[in-house]
Each structure stands twice: as C-alpha cells, then as structure tokens.
C-alpha cells in the first residue's frame, strides 16, 4: 500500500507535529519504503489466530486504595514551561 | 591492576577487605572517564552526588553494614529518572528536566549501596541502533572510535568496555542492550519482560521495554540482576513471581543444558565474520561437553515487520505526553495551544521519532488497523508460539546477536537498512523472554562479536549457567580495548 504526502500531512496532524515542506517530501518516501517491508506480513496466514497485545499472562493487577504520599503542588510544578502558584499556565484555546 | 580495571565483584571484596574506599573508586572511575573523553559516553555526570554517596558506603562499610552494591560506581542510561539529576531521553524535549521521582530500579540500586555516577548517552527516546539519533552527544566504539557503539544503549555499553564505572543500566525494546553489549565486547541482559519494574522508565513501547544490565561479566550481570529484580506495585505488569538468587546456578557448567541453534538465524544474511566467530564459540562449546541441536524458529524473518508497527503504534501513544505544557520544551511563539503543542512537538523531537510517531498514528488509525497492528499483534503470537514449540526442545537458545559487527559512524542513513539490524533480538521482546549478549571473539577488522543466549520465562538462571559456562570456555573476560 502507497500513500500520498496528503497522507503524510494528515498522520502529523493527528499527532500534533507540524512538518516542513522537505520532511513531508522525505518522509514520504522513507515511510513508503517501510510500509512496502512490512507487507511482508501478509504472507502470513493468520486466520483464527488471536492477537497478542502483550507478552505476559498477568491480567488484572489489583492493589488496595490506600491514600500514599505523592507530589507536593510545588514539585509537580517545578518542571514547567510556565506556571504560576497553584497550577500550569497554557497559551489560550482560541 | 587498576582500580577502574575492576569488575563488581572484585571492587566488592576489595572494599570489604577495607585496603580501598569506594571514594578512591568512585574518583578513579572520574579520572578515568576524563582520560578516556574521546568515547563520549555520557550526557550528564554527578561527581558531586557521586562522592557523596560514596562516603556513605564508605561509612557502611566501615560499620559493617554493607549492602551487595555498596560503594560500587554505576552508570544509568538517560532513559530512567533519578530525582534531582537532569534526565533527558536523549531529546531537545527534555533537555532541562529534572525528575522529582526516581525509577524504582534506580532506587533500588541506591538502597543496594550502588554510587550513581552520571547518565549514559541513548538514540532519543530508545529509536535507534547506532546511538547517532542524539543531538545531546554520540559516543564512540572503545575499540575502534570510527565506529558505532551500537544502540540504543550506546552509552552504557561504551562507558563499560571503556571502564568508566564497573556496571551500567540500559533498556532493551527490540535490542537496545544486546546490540551494543555485543558491539562493544561486554555483557548485557534482557531480562524476561516483567522482571525489573519499569516504573520511572521514559516509555517507548510498554509492551517491549524493559530494564537490563550491562557489564564486565556474568557473574556482575547477576549481581546487578539480584538488586534489580522484583515485584513494584507501582507497574501493573511487574512480575509477582519471587526473583531467585542469580548467581546460585552459575558455577554449574553446561551439563545437562540442551543448547539450541535456531537455523533460521543463519539465513538472515549473515556477515561471514559474524558467521565465523559464532560458529568457533559454538565449536568450542561442543567440545567442552554441550549438547548442541539444531532448532527451528520459522517465523524469525517476520520479526522485524511486526515489531515497526507494534513499537510505532505504542509509542505514538506514549509520546503523546510531551505536549509543552507540565514539562519540557514549550515554544515561546505560539499564541494559541494547538499551535503551542505542534511546535513544541515539532522542534523538540528529532527526525527517528517524529517518523516512528506518524508510522504508528498510521498503523493505529481508522481503516488501517486491521491491516497493519491487528496483523502484526497475530504474528506476535505466532513468533510467541514458534519459541513455545522450540523451547520444549532445548533450554538455551544460543546464535549470533546481530548480522554485522558495529559499522562505521554515519554510514547508514537509510532508516529500513537500520531497522534490520535488530532482525536477531527483536523476536525476544516480542516473546517477553529473557535474552542476552556476551562477547564471543572479533571480527577481522578487530571488533567485537557477540554470542546471544535466550532461555524460557523467568529461566534466568538456565540462560546466565550457559553464558558463564561459554564464558569461562572462551576466555574474554577482561580483554579490554586499548583507549
């Protein structure tokens, strides 16, 4: 399967990146390399075989609520970008 | 011998015996990685913290209280928080932070008397292979500097061959342990996924990452595996079942331990000098007395596919955090939010992971799911299924680790060429099994080849018995690059 930079454009979206006119042309072409790999896959015949999503047999790790000492507001703050006493500060919306 | 020469084991009963303190270490491992600046192997260091905490274990040691690691100088790959000492993930997007929490393995090296040193250099955000994908700083092979370390681990691999702390931390996702250990001639586990808490790790892909040591030899490996290991209630897949005591089966020697040579493995392209090497270890082993079949791993050739989609997907999620706004870079500029978290996005990540982050949105998004991370979930559980079946036929899954030797810096650009690299451990992370790389000879040109060894869940203690044995048969222990 080929995709268009159009498609490329739209998956950055998606993830909140903003690429320049040369990345979408590169990446293009370096993400169309790596989906033709991929198809190796489908020489597979997977009917009937159950996704795995993860490695291991541990399956609702339950703990009790307990109320723990966590971060004070002060270091949970102290990392970012901007803040003021009591919480983060963000550009507005709209 | 030198004091930076040591490995774990040594510099502990030297400690002990009291004729050195770990002081004394912890500033010849300084002086040593100021001697040896060329190999460029660490992002931060904390001499200061460091010395600090080496006079507490001195002072345990003087009391008579010594924890197993007390006093020994350890590096920790920039991956995993230490509270206090900035943290980075090799990313622009986290050049300034400063953790408020440790990793828990971190703590728990702390309370097993280990002296953090600094933090090792790492492809950004664990996407790599060749630790090039880093603006913060490459590092250099010990044995030859023109080379790669490897990676994604590239800095605790080179910071230990080139004895600039006696151990060092790594994470392993599809190789990022093994792959380096076996470019730069030293040892590197993967445990089996679960083990080691990843709590406090920089996530890449959770359902592949996990925490390993890298050092000198086995019997270190096992030593830094029993302060590492053991259930976190803090991570929701730690393992509940009890860690054992790693070193206990290691003087066992290889009788009675079924080695499997998976075929598979040798018809991925292999360098001849790979080829060479491995076979002559494998040789040797065969003499001393192992018994050595051949086993199939069918769908080996598949792993790579599976895992460019199954890590991108789970990382295009985990990634979605770093947004500007509780920590890292934000830029300035923007007026608006969505503006503000596509340019922080955009400036602070680097290329590998801005391409990993769009495959998996791809891989993950409407109409393509089915095709791409559905399929490659059931090759998983195929590739899962293909061990299941060939651990029943031996204990120890031994092959090379990766196709080539390391290759020159900056000589392979083409991301697809790179990916192929890990073809030989990605299978592991995709099985959770426990895996691991140990120096087995040297290419032509002089660089480090590596042995992987592979065992069942939670088979540790088979996997490091066959390293120790094939260890002492080889003899590298100890052989050192010239820096």
């Known amino acids: 399967m080929q995709i268009g930079p159009e498609k490329v454009v739209e998956m950055a979206r998606l993830a909140r990146l903003e690429l320049e006119p040369e990345e979408v042309e590169a990446l293009t072409g370096e993400l169309n390399s790596i989906l033709e790999y991929v198809d190796k896959l489908q020489q597979l015949d997977t009917t009937g075989v159950e996704p795995v999503s993860h490695a291991l047999s541990v399956v609702n790790a339950f703990r009790e609520d307990e109320v723990a000492p966590s971060l004070s507001r002060e270091e949970a703050l102290a990392n970012a970008p901007e803040a003021n006493d009591e919480a983060f500060v963000v550009p507005k919306v709209f | 011998?030198?004091?930076?020469?040591?490995?774990?084991?040594?510099?502990?009963?030297?400690?002990?015996?009291?004729?050195?303190?770990?002081?004394?270490?912890?500033?010849?491992?300084?002086?040593?990685?100021?001697?040896?600046?060329?190999?460029?192997?660490?992002?931060?260091?904390?001499?200061?913290?460091?010395?600090?905490?080496?006079?507490?274990?001195?002072?345990?040691?003087?009391?008579?209280?010594?924890?197993?690691?007390?006093?020994?100088?350890?590096?920790?790959?920039?991956?995993?928080?230490?509270?206090?000492?900035?943290?980075?993930?090799?990313?622009?997007?986290?050049?300034?932070?400063?953790?408020?929490?440790?990793?828990?393995?971190?703590?728990?090296?702390?309370?097993?008397?280990?002296?953090?040193?600094?933090?090792?250099?790492?492809?950004?955000?664990?996407?790599?292979?060749?630790?090039?994908?880093?603006?913060?700083?490459?590092?250099?092979?010990?044995?030859?500097?023109?080379?790669?370390?490897?990676?994604?681990?590239?800095?605790?691999?080179?910071?230990?061959?080139?004895?600039?702390?006696?151990?060092?931390?790594?994470?392993?996702?599809?190789?990022?342990?093994?792959?380096?250990?076996?470019?730069?001639?030293?040892?590197?586990?993967?445990?089996?996924?679960?083990?080691?808490?990843?709590?406090g790790v920089l996530a890449f892909a959770s359902s592949l990452d996990q925490v390993g040591p890298v050092t000198k030899d086995v019997r270190d490996a096992a030593l830094m595996l029993n302060a590492m290991c053991g259930h976190d209630p803090r991570d929701s897949t730690s393992l509940r079942e009890p860690a054992p005591d790693f070193t206990a089966e290691l003087g066992r020697g290889l009788s009675g331990l079924r080695l499997g040579l998976p075929r598979e493995y040798f018809e991925v392209g292999l360098d001849e000098d790979v080829k060479t090497t491995v076979m002559a270890a494998i040789t040797r082993l065969e003499k001393a007395g192992a018994d050595i079949r051949e086993i199939s791993l069918p769908r080996t050739e598949y792993g790579v596919a599976a895992y460019y989609l199954i890590a991108p997907a789970e990382a295009s999620s985990n990634l979605s955090r770093y947004d500007g706004v509780r920590f890292g870079y934000r830029?300035?500029?923007?007026?608006?939010?969505?503006?503000?978290?596509?340019?922080?996005?955009?400036?602070?990540?680097?290329?590998?992971?801005?391409?990993?982050?769009?495959?998996?949105?791809?891989?993950?998004?409407?109409?393509?799911?089915?095709?791409?991370?559905?399929?490659?979930?059931?090759?998983?559980?195929?590739?899962?299924?293909?061990?299941?079946?060939?651990?029943?036929?031996?204990?120890?899954?031994?092959?090379?680790?990766?196709?080539?030797?390391?290759?020159?810096?900056?000589?392979?650009?083409?991301?697809?060429?790179?990916?192929?690299?890990d073809i030989l451990t990605i299978p592991t992370n995709l099985s959770g099994l426990p895996g691991m790389s140990l120096p087995c000879g040297f290419s032509a040109a002089g660089l480090p080849v590596g042995l992987q060894l592979q065992a069942a869940h939670c088979r540790e203690d088979l996997m490091l018995r066959a390293a120790a044995a094939a260890e002492e048969q080889l003899a590298l222990a100890g052989k050192r690059p010239q820096l």
């Open chain 2, 331 to 421: 830029d300035r500029q923007a007026r608006e939010l969505l503006e503000m978290y596509q340019r922080s996005r955009s400036q602070g990540f680097g290329r590998e992971v801005k391409r990993r982050i769009i495959i998996g949105t791809y891989a993950l998004s409407s109409g393509y799911y089915d095709a791409y991370y559905r399929k490659a979930s059931q090759v998983r559980a195929l590739i899962i299924d293909d061990y299941r079946r060939a651990l029943e036929q031996c204990d120890v899954i031994i092959s090379p680790v990766t196709p080539t030797p390391a290759w020159p810096l900056g000589t392979k650009s083409d991301p697809l060429s790179m990916y192929l690299t």
């Open chain 2, 1 to 199: 011998m030198d004091i930076h020469n040591q490995t774990i084991a040594q510099l502990a009963e030297n400690l002990a015996a009291g004729g050195l303190s770990s002081r004394q270490a912890t500033e010849a491992v300084f002086a040593r990685i100021e001697a040896t600046g060329q190999v460029n192997a660490f992002i931060t260091l904390d001499r200061e913290g460091a010395l600090a905490a080496a006079d507490e274990a001195d002072r345990r040691l003087a009391a008579g209280d010594a924890p197993p690691l007390c006093g020994v100088p350890i590096a920790v790959k920039d991956l995993l928080c230490t509270r206090g000492l900035r943290t980075t993930g090799g990313s622009r997007i986290l050049e300034n932070f400063v953790p408020p929490y440790s990793a828990t393995v971190v703590e728990k090296l702390r309370q097993a008397g280990a002296v953090i040193i600094g933090k090792t250099t790492m492809d950004e955000f664990a996407m790599g292979s060749s630790n090039e994908h880093c603006h913060l700083a490459v590092p250099r092979n010990p044995w030859n500097l023109d080379y790669t370390c490897g990676g994604s681990s590239g800095g605790s691999a080179a910071a230990v061959a080139a004895d600039q702390c006696m151990a060092a931390l790594g994470t392993d996702t599809g190789g990022s342990i093994r792959q380096p250990a076996s470019n730069c001639g030293v040892v590197g586990v993967k445990p089996t996924y679960g083990r080691v808490s990843r709590y």
